[in-house]
C-alpha cells in the first residue's frame, strides 16, 4: 500500500504535514523558500507587528537537557517594511505562505491583519502570546478568553481572509480559550506556542537570558502540546494545527492521532537540520504504510475513537 501524506487545512492543500513553525528561521523571504526546498508543506515567516522592533539582548537562547529556552522578544522590521520578504516567499516558495502577525493592542492587529491581507495569502496565523500592553498586567492575548476572542474578532473584521488563532499552553483550560476564539470567528487554531521557563546558571547564580524568563520549546513541551490538541479537538469542529516539540515522523503522528491535521515544526531543525521536514514526511510516510493507514484523514483524531 502507499500512503497518501497530504492533507488540507481548510481548502489548502498541503504536499505533507509539516509546516515550517514562526520565528525559528522564517525571518526572511529566501530562509522560507529554504524550508520549503526542503520539505516543508508550508511555511510560517517570523511574527510580524505594528512597527520596528529590536527584540531583546542577548543571550536570547539557551539549550538545556529537554529542548530549548529562548526570549528573542519578537524582533522584526514592521509591517510596512516586511510585505516586500513575505510577498518574495509568496511568489518563490512553491508552497503555501501563511504570515503570521501580532500587535500590542487589539487594534494593531486589525490594522497589520489589514496590511497583511493586501497580499492575499491563503491564511493568516494570528500569534496571541504577546503582551497586552493595553491591560494593567500586560499578560499575553492568549491567556484570557476576552482578550483572545476580541483580538481574533477585529482581524476577521478587517480582513476576509482565513485566519488560524495561535493558542499558549499555560492557561488553566484551553477548551475554554478554544471554543472563545472559534465562536469569535477563527477559521482555524494552532496550538501551542512555547511554555513560560527560566534556566539558572548555578556557578554565577544568575539566570541565563538576558531577559531572565522565555519560552520552552522541544521535546520537553511535547506532552503538553498533545494535550492541548486533544482537548481543543474535543470542544472545537474547526481544524487544528500541532506545535511543540515535533522532532519525528512519530511525534507528528501522536500530534494528528490527537486531533491535529497538520503540523508546525521549529526547534527540530536545530537536532536534525533544515531537511527535518522531509525526514519526518518520509518518517510520516513509513508509519502509515507499516501500519495500514492510507491516509492523513484516517489518523485524524484516531486516539479519540
Ligand atoms: C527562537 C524562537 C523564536 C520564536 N518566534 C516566534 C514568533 O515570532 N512567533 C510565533 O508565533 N512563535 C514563535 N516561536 C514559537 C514557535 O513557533 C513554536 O510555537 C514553539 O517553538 C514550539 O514548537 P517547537 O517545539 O517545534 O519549536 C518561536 C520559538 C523559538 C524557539
Known sequence: MTADISTKILNVKLANPTILA???????????????????????????????????????????????????????????????????????????????????????????????????????????????????????????????????????????????????????SIKKIAKAVEEAGADAISAVNTMPGMVIDVKTAKPVLHNKQGGVSGHAIKPVAVNCIYDIYETVKIPIIGIGGVTTGEDAVEMIMAGAVAVEIGTAIYYRGIDVFRKVSDEIKLFMEENGYSSIKLMVGKAHK
Do not use: W
Open 22 to 172: 514562526s520565528g525559528i528561521i522564517g525571518v526572511s523571504g529566501a530562509a522560507c523558500c529554504y524550508a520549503a526546498k526542503n520539505g516543508a508543506g508550508a511555511v510560517i515567516p517570523k511574527s510580524i507587528g505594528p512597527k520596528e522592533r529590536e527584540g531583546h539582548n542577548n543571550p536570547i537562547l539557551v539549550e538545556f537537557k529537554g529542548g530549548f529556552l529562548n526570549a528573542v522578544g519578537l524582533p522584526n522590521a514592521g509591517i510596512d517594511n516586511s510585505l516586500g520578504e513575505i510577498e518574495f516567499a509568496m511568489k518563490n516558495a512553491g508552497v503555501p505562505v501563511i504570515p503570521s502577525i501580532f500587535g500590542g493592542t487589539k487594534e494593531e492587529f486589525g490594522m497589520v491583519a489589514e496590511k497583511m491581507a493586501t497580499l492575499k495569502p491563503q491564511m493568516i496565523e494570528v500569534n496571541l502570546s504577546c503582551p497586552n500592553t493595553a491591560s494593567d498586567l500586560g499578560e499575553a492575548f492568549a491567556l484570557s478568553e476576552t482578550a483572545a476572542a476580541e483580538v481574533i474578532r477585529i482581524v476577521k473584521d478587517k480582513t476576509k481572509i482565513p485566519v488560524i488563532a495561535k493558542l499558549a499552553p499555560n492557561v488553566p
